[in-house]
């Protein structure tokens, strides 16, 4: 099977490029793992043109790594990685949380946080994973809509992306799901009060508190794994 001659190539490739970014996002396609051209369209049922604009649109974003007659490497993560993400939220989701009070619908986060914290246990770890990283986006990318500042938010929904590998290779690794609950709920609180000082003091502290538990699971799933921690990150990646 290959891509359906009915699409376009342009259509063909933003698809190919969607999947294999899924993939790569939930670690699927773990960080670190190396594959050529033809086993990517082998396993995703390619035809060579599509895949080809798919890698190029990975490499650009520094997801992947072009390596010469060997084919492509998917970035690693590194502490670094970690630190720098949560350094970026923790500074600007309390920003985002302060500009959004009293112009959030807060009803509206009540419900994304309902669907956030619904389990699953029917499914595989890795299928509630998934779930949980969109949903809980979405009820992150809602405050920082809310804050009226489209690049603040453009920014946060880059390091939301970036924070998905964080989560599954720190969480899914393990078999273990996170739980925002109590946050969350504060947050929503703090939103229908429309209390501004709260609502970023809790924002800032939501964060600290996620980025010790996602760090500490990063070095367990990577001492799991044998991985060593390597010592450049994807923006180095890059050069």
């Not at 920003?95 to 389990?119: E, F, I, M, S, T």
């Amino acid at each position: 099977m290959t891509d359906d001659p009915h699409t376009t190539p342009a259509l063909r490739g933003d698809n190919a490029y969607t999947r294999i970014r899924h993939d790569v996002l939930s670690c699927r396609i773990m960080p670190g793992a190396t594959f050529t051209e033809s086993q990517l369209m082998e396993r995703y049922a390619l035809g060579k043109s599509s895949c080809h604009v798919a890698l190029v649109r990975l490499v650009h974003e520094g997801l992947v790594r072009a390596m010469p007659r060997q084919g492509y490497r998917v970035a690693p993560i590194t502490v670094r990685d970690v630190e720098e993400v949560f350094a970026m939220r923790v500074q600007l989701e309390p920003l985002a949380a302060r500009l959004a009070c009293g112009r959030l619908d807060a009803a509206l986060l009540k419900r994304l946080d309902d669907v956030c914290r619904v389990r699953h246990p029917e499914r595989e770890v890795s299928e509630q994973i998934d779930e949980f990283l969109d949903t809980n986006r979405a009820f992150h990318l809602a405050i920082a809509e809310a804050s009226g500042n489209t690049r603040l938010y453009r920014t946060l929904a880059g390091l939301m992306d970036e924070m998905s590998r964080l989560v599954a290779l720190g969480f899914g690794v393990e078999g273990t799901r996170p739980d925002l609950r109590h946050d969350h709920d504060a947050l929503v609180e703090a939103f229908e009060a429309k209390d501004a000082r709260r609502s970023e003091t809790i924002a800032r502290r939501h964060i600290e508190t996620f980025r010790a538990m996602t760090l500490d699971r990063v070095y367990a799933s990577l001492s799991r794994s044998g991985a060593v921690l390597p010592a450049f990150t994807v923006a180095e990646l890059r050069g």
